[in-house]
């Protein structure tokens, strides 16, 4: 029997060894994780992530996994989680951050010891700040709160997409201070590569009420899904991901 020359072996050795990367199925590749973390007063706290949200970023994401945590509650005031809040003049009201900690318990069971790859913080809140004639500092509070919960995780790298408050009150004789934080929000949503904002004046109904309409909330959904996923394939392209 005659022994194959001992450059074919190595030869075919070689060859071997440099095609098999290729050959493993796509699914032996390390998942990435994406978490969303959902926050705000009412028409956040009536907004199901099941319904439109989660469906939308999982399909997006489909080989990845993805984690969508949501803490809202209804009729409450940006200082119930921005810590280091400031009324525009004088010490009253004062910040308590509870609802921020509340989140971030959340936040901490469900990533446990993971690394997430994307974080994206997505708000729906400002109807009590336009009430209690707060918008002068709304735009510094919401950018303070980002601040705050990129430090919290340790990121730099988070995007954020906030729902900008429905035609409501856009003559401002029922909450005056509501053009104005309509005004932050676009603001602060415009204010960098990781940021947006989402329209909400056609989700509240023929009589443009205060919250969202069944099919208004589902599309709120949807929408704010639809900006997290382009924010998140267009920096982590950024970033080589």
Known sequence: ?????????????????????????????????????LSGQSNMAGLNPDISFTPTVTKAFADDQVIVVKDARGGQPIRRWYKKWKPAQGDSPKADGALYDSLMKKVNAAIKDKQA????????????????????VYEKSLLGLIEQLSDDLKRTDVNF???????????DKKYAHWTMVRKAIVKVGESGPRG??????????PKNGLHYTKD????????????????????????GK
């Open 161 to 171: 997409v906030i729902g900008r408050l429905s035609d409501y009150s856009n003559d």
């Open 1 to 37: 029997m005659k022994r194959a020359p001992v450059a074919s072996i190595a030869t075919a050795l070689l060859l071997f060894f440099f095609c098999l990367p290729m050959a493993l199925p796509a699914a032996a590749a390390e998942k990435k994780t994406h978490l969303f973390i």
């Open 117 to 136: 790859d994307s974080i994206t913080f997505v708000w729906m809140q400002g109807e009590r700040d336009a009430k209690e004639k707060h918008g002068q």
């Open 216 to 239: 208004g909330y589902k599309e709120l959904g949807k929408r704010f899904a639809d900006k997290a996923i382009a924010l998140v394939r267009k920096n982590s392209k950024k970033a």
């Open 196 to 205: 947006a904002w989402v329209d909400t004046d056609d989700l509240n109904g």
